[in-house]
């Protein structure tokens, strides 16, 4: 099982701000990574697959980049709706398995 | 557009079956992975598995030996069954489409998401 490890686990911004999140896989998996937003009481949001394609009606401000085993989720120009929960997910082989996930706070 | 939608039990007792099934409407089952995903209150998300819509299916490891993932073309829906459960399996779980790359090559994430039903383990 590949393990996915997130950091920092959360973080203080505020709106305006550039903040970036960063994804380790325990091993290679090339570039299969998705990214998801998730505010409490919803369900995830899709966002990037492939590491860094946009998923249809994400606004460009979230980049994805990275391969291999490391990955990053950068958000820029930090919107009031972006305060949110980040998780990575891995999609190189089963079981699929998330990132602890990202935090995003407002300082 | 597609919406899923997860219906079952809000409370199974310790050792029973947890059974939820997800009805997807605006589109067709078919063509397309389909997946189960849990998250226990205050932590993070966790993958239970897939179908594809031929019936295929992923499982994961540490939930194998209780879980049975479902597909019923003919009603547009596909359910998830859990067997003799503890407090551990206290979740929101969520049913979620899966993209794919073409004809059930290569899934790549969870596109579409339902809003998600609160299961409690509870004597």
């Known amino acids: 099982e590949i393990q996915m490890t997130q950091s920092p686990s959360s973080v203080s911004a505020s709106v305006g701000d550039r903040v970036t999140i960063t994804c380790r896989a325990s091993?290679?998996?090339?570039?299969?990574l998705a990214w998801y937003q998730q505010t409490p009481g919803k369900a995830p949001k899709f966002l990037i697959y492939?590491?860094?394609a946009l998923q249809s009606g994400v606004p460009s401000r979230f980049r994805g980049s990275g391969s291999g085993t490391d990955f990053t989720l950068t958000i820029s120009n930090l919107q009031p709706e972006d305060f949110a929960t980040y998780y990575c997910?891995?999609?190189?082989?089963?079981?699929?398995?998330f990132g602890q996930g990202t935090k995003v706070e407002v300082k | 557009q597609v919406q899923l939608q997860e219906s079952g039990p809000g409370l199974v007792k310790p050792s029973e079956t947890l059974s939820l099934t997800c009805i997807v409407s605006?589109?067709?089952?078919?063509?397309?992975?389909w997946g189960w995903i849990r998250q226990p209150p205050g932590k993070g998300l966790e993958w239970i598995g897939n179908?594809?819509?031929?019936?295929?299916?992923n499982y994961n490891p540490s939930l194998k030996s209780r879980v049975t993932i479902s597909v019923d073309t003919s009603k547009n829906q596909f359910s998830l069954r859990l067997n003799s459960v503890t407090a551990a399996d206290t979740a929101v779980y969520y049913c979620?489409?899966?993209?794919?790359?073409?004809?059930?090559?290569?899934?790549?994430?969870?596109?579409?998401w339902g809003q998600g039903t609160t299961v409690t383990v509870s004597s």
């Open positions: 492939a590491a860094s």
């Open positions: 179908i594809y819509y031929s019936g295929g299916t």
């Open positions: 091993q290679g998996i090339i570039n299969w």
């Open positions: 979620a489409r899966i993209r794919d790359y073409g004809s059930g090559s290569y899934p790549y994430g969870m596109d579409v």
């Open positions: 997910q891995q999609a190189h082989s089963f079981p699929w398995t």
């Open positions: 605006g589109g067709s089952i078919n063509n397309y992975y």
